[in-house]
């Protein structure tokens, strides 16, 4: 999937650092989602990157973006507050329009959940708003500021320790909370809301969720988060919420049919573990659906195609990058090593034997066409994190076992039948 970066200014003319999570090539967008991180956060955090890249792949291209001064956003941080949070969201809201489309879904985790809460008020185009770990209100941050209230009274700003980080805060700060101290603006909030929260949560107690359903009126769900923890570093409690936001939002958001504008279509009967191949409109577009899922396949312009999908190399390589990945992570976790991220890049073409070198061996060599070519794919593999040289290389041996891998090593047996013939194609007919 493609990230795409807009940058726009906020209403002070500081200029904020965003990133738009597309959708992967053959999946259409659907809707337009803007994400609201936590106080003191990025847009990078692994909850935020994580979420959007989990909806992209389900359709759902997601802005999210550094407030002032984080990140890589213009602006003091110190001379922020709850208010001018909220106008970056809208701000950010109205370049996503401009650029894109106007979001319809409001995402905001932890602070920037109450954010959103203020800020959907001022976007008509928004039809649902989400919240994860989220304070009914900004106050309940006041307790972060209880140690150097004196000092800020005095000298008008102090140095608050948030996490791992200190960050300066002025007074204005703790001043603009007062604006923001009850929950009645959810009462006027007449979107669908969905709240996500731990039980576990130390944070923001799971009391603050209640406090927001409360205050809301329906349509409005309440999802808990089992144990998960309030930056939701589990990287399965972040694809959960994903997987879960969208099967919710689709009631609200018309996802399906939104998806049949888009061309896939009315989708087929699919049998469990099997795959269906359609024809679509154009010469090669082509709708592909399992059981759950939908996407396209096409062939670029170049070659007369118009390019709405993934080539079937394409779906090849990325059937084989995502069993490798998978593959790489499923040891990764057995064994407890500490990879923080995957990725694999993987490139296909024909190159000549004599150009093999040591990688062909004779059975490879034999298989050449009449030109002297053979096929060559590439596997690029990045790991991420505080692995060893050891480590690395035996994770490098384990992306060859990934199932698709050895499959495709092993010359499978591909038979061809007609639909409502028992038997393989042969016969007089079957060779003309």
């Not at 990078?44 to 359709?59: E, K, N, V, Y």
């Not at 062939?299 to 790489?328: F, H």
Request: net charge negative; aromatic share 4%.
């Amino acid at each position: 999937m493609a990230r795409i970066k807009l940058e726009f200014q906020n209403p002070d003319g500081h200029r904020l650092s965003g990133l738009l999570e597309t959708p992967p090539p053959g999946v259409p967008t659907l809707r337009y989602a803007l994400f609201a991180h936590c106080f003191t956060c990025g847009k990078d955090i692994a909850a935020a990157s994580r979420i959007s890249r989990a909806l992209a792949a389900r359709g759902i291209a997601v802005l999210r973006f550094d407030f002032t001064g984080l990140g890589n956003s213009d602006g003091d941080f110190a001379n922020t507050s709850f208010t001018s949070n909220v106008q970056d969201l809208i701000a950010a809201a109205r370049a996503l329009t401009a650029e894109h489309a106007a979001p319809v879904m409001l995402i905001g985790h932890s602070l920037g959940g109450a954010a959103v809460l203020a800020a959907a008020h001022e976007l008509p185009s928004v039809e649902v708003v989400v919240t994860i770990a989220a304070p009914a209100s900004p106050k309940h941050i006041e307790h972060l500021f209880s140690g150097v209230r004196g000092e800020m009274e005095t000298t008008g700003a102090a140095e608050v320790q948030v996490g791992h980080r200190r960050f300066r805060i002025k007074r204005q700060f703790l001043d603009d909370l007062e604006h923001h101290a009850d929950a009645e603006h959810i009462k006027r909030l007449k979107r669908a809301l969905l709240i996500f929260h731990s039980p576990a949560d130390e944070i923001v107690p799971i009391g603050e969720a209640a406090k927001i359903y409360q205050a809301a009126r329906h349509p409005k769900s309440f999802i808990s988060l089992h144990d998960a923890d309030h930056l939701l570093t589990n990287r399965e409690d972040s694809e959960y919420v994903a997987e879960t936001l969208v099967a919710w939002a689709s009631r609200y958001l018309g996802l399906r049919t939104h998806a049949e504008e888009a061309g896939l279509g009315t989708a087929p009967e699919v049998a469990p573990k099997e795959v269906v191949v359609t024809e679509r409109e154009g010469r090669f577009l082509r709708g592909l659906y399992t059981e759950h899922h939908q996407l396209l396949a096409d062939e670029p312009k170049s070659v007369g195609g118009m390019d709405l999908g993934p080539s079937p190399y394409d779906l090849l390589l990325m059937a084989l990058g995502a069993c490798t990945s998978m593959t790489i992570r499923m040891y990764a976790d057995h064994k407890d090593l500490p990879l923080d991220d995957v990725e694999v890049r993987l490139k296909h073409e024909r190159i000549h034997v004599d150009d093999c070198e040591a990688d062909c061996d004779d059975e490879i060599r034999a298989g050449a066409d009449k030109q002297g070519r053979i096929e060559r794919i590439e596997r690029r593999i990045d790991l991420t994190g505080d692995l060893t040289g050891a480590q690395r290389a035996r994770l490098l041996q384990i992306a060859d076992r990934c199932p698709v891998h050895r499959t495709m090593e092993g010359k499978p047996l591909l038979v061809a039948r007609l639909a409502g013939e028992g038997g393989p194609s042969s016969g007089p007919e079957a060779a003309d």
